[in-house]
């Protein structure tokens, strides 16, 4: 295949990509197969001479779509979401085109500068502290990883290696091995497997914090814990905490939890790889307020942020932690500004969809309601006459207040007041241009 | 931007692209910037509302590229190469719109199962030992990982976890702290740097063979080190041999390790990450012999196989080794068939390569050079009359023989002759339809 192949075929994938998406509520979200459907449709060893490429594609309907679970259907409720827009797909055409594998500066200079800056704008956008920002002198700064796991495994071996450091330098005689032995990790009980297995990677043992009622680790569980671990000779060094848990979206008390890591010389990182996204609206800021005591902080624009797979956001508020804890020299990578870890130019598809969005068009994605809807739908509810309630306004918001307020109000009334209100709600969003 | 638009610019990108990589020649390979060049070409902060499409594919010229390393360049001899085809490309553009996250069969079953298909007919192509063939009821079988140096990383983890089981089998008062503070992971001095620091992330002590004259590992030397760390208590659990070093190409002698680590129990991990397309080719094939001892194997295809990054291909003998050394069940994952680790559809750039190539187009590639273009060589150098060879046949290739013959031979004339052939070679490859 030549450019001018490539021309046809590409013009012709653009459309059928625009179709797909397009159509996609038409498909069943989920595929109706069985285990190993794809093998005997078919051949078991690759064609000696080229296929043609019309086959492939139609191969592409006959084979491939009928086990697709289409994660871009508007039916999709599975997991979290994978985000997508069409301006990270075009950026990812030319990410492809480029194909740099950006493992140091030399290796690919716009790709690591670009990375640096786009999570520059990525962190002011969710107003994180100054030192989590690179700008041009900071001792922090960000870098995209594949997924939160990655984050939480990469954050849990630089903690790990700072610890033993720590350790060593008053305590000269002790090995590492031994070191190690008494190393413990903390996470919620509601975290993520990942951080299990990042503790099991790491050859650390990993104690689960038991949550309150709302699924949320405070600070005086925390801290019984870890005065119980001391006493019995062992070494607390990190603590994930989770903002948005994956079952519940729970949100761990990190204004309380920082400051006891902060004085025990324990690593704080909080992985917020769904919620996060959501910080980039001053109204959900808040919830990650304590951000300054973390010594990393991630969360995934590839889940809620229009930016494709993948694209997990990392920071840490000293560089030199994770640089230390990586570093290997080979002569045939040495150059001057040497980074670790090989990556695709993934922070093109940041650039396209932060420009063509604009953080206006992303805050109203984070929000998608409007309080032009909340208004419509009081509006609603008046002219039914079937239920009375009057509105206020909260931080700009229109809010539509549900007060309990007769002596003769039970149960039973209230479900059908909110099957009432449901029902307009349902009405409204299916009308075209709502 | 809606499906119609992005028709729109879709079609504009493949123009960017065809055009980008039709004149790669005339772009420098090496930028001409310093760093942190780009901070200052673009706001120090993301734009509030959309910017205008054709202003940032305008930037794209204006700031990214100038700080490009060309990879593509056929001028970038640096690093190892990383692969492009225009099918790959078109491939990704689908994987892009379909967006899917492969963390388990239920998650997409066409993209795990694509991805074990693909997996064995590479595997076939390089004609691997049955048992690292998945087919329908095996017990290996392949995936696709991000790097050569996660793939040593998993497998050297794995093997950590089965000798920490085997030695508690027969010695249940031992902590696993005690017996990890005794593992050592063995490698040659010339291999890749990833191989250290995955020990470093494992926790393993790790130990280099010293080489050969041909920076080669053999048996000896290796087995000399066994027994002095068997003597001191230690527990070898993992060696990583290379096919093709980084530095020179260097082959370990598998043939002679890995009888010895069959013998040990020690884990044979085989990284080939360059070199190993070239086994696609039955005359290249030989330097894989004692691939059959292996417990884990593993190359890029994004290095030399025409399929773009990332696409390393891992094979294990057992797959529960893996899955045994990773298994964390939460409930929001359970479901039948689960595999784990997030990936993208990356087998689909394998399907569309594979039959838009056919095994010769690829075999071809890997030899670039043909039995017409070395005779026609020989024909050029009898015909100049300046020096005087003959040929001969080695397993249906057509060799050039250049023996030193005569007495009066000496250095001088070797580097004379020398001179004339590359000059040869060089006027035939210009010209063109050679």
Known sequence: MDAEEFRRRGMEMVDYVANYLENIEQRPVYPDVEPGYLRSLIPTEAPLEPDNYDDIIKDVDRVIMPGVTHWHSPYFFAYFPAATSYPALLADMLCGAIGCIGFSWAASPACTELETVMLDWLGKMLNLPEHFIAGTHGHGGGVIQSTASEATLVTLLAARCKAVRRVQASNPEKSEAEILSKLVAYTSEQAHCSVERASLIGGAMIKKVPTDNNYAVGGDMFKKM????????????????????????????????????????????????????????????????????????????????????????????????????????????????????????RSLKMWFVFRMYGIQGLQAYIRKGSNRLNELLLKRITKSREIHLVPCQLSGRFVLRFAICARTTDSRHIQQAWRHITQLTFEILQEPNH
Request: aromatic share 14%; proline share 5%.
């Open 226 to 345: 870890l005065e119980e671990d001391k006493a019995a000779g062992l070494i607390p060094f990190y603590f994930c905490a989770t903002l948005g848990t994956t079952a519940s979206c729970a949100f761990d008390r990190i204004t309380e939890l920082g400051p006891i890591c902060n004085k025990e010389n324990i690593w704080m990182h909080i992985d917020a790889a769904y919620a996060g996204s959501a910080f980039i609206c001053p109204e959900f800021r808040p919830l990650l307020n304590g951000i300054e005591f973390a010594d990393s902080f991630n969360f995934n624009p590839h889940k809620w942020l229009l930016i494709n797979f993948d694209c997990s956001t990392m920071w840490v508020k000293k560089r030199e932690d994770l640089i230390g804890a990586f570093k290997m020299e080979p002569l045939y990578l040495k150059h001057e500004n040497q980074e670790s870890g090989k990556k695709r130019f």
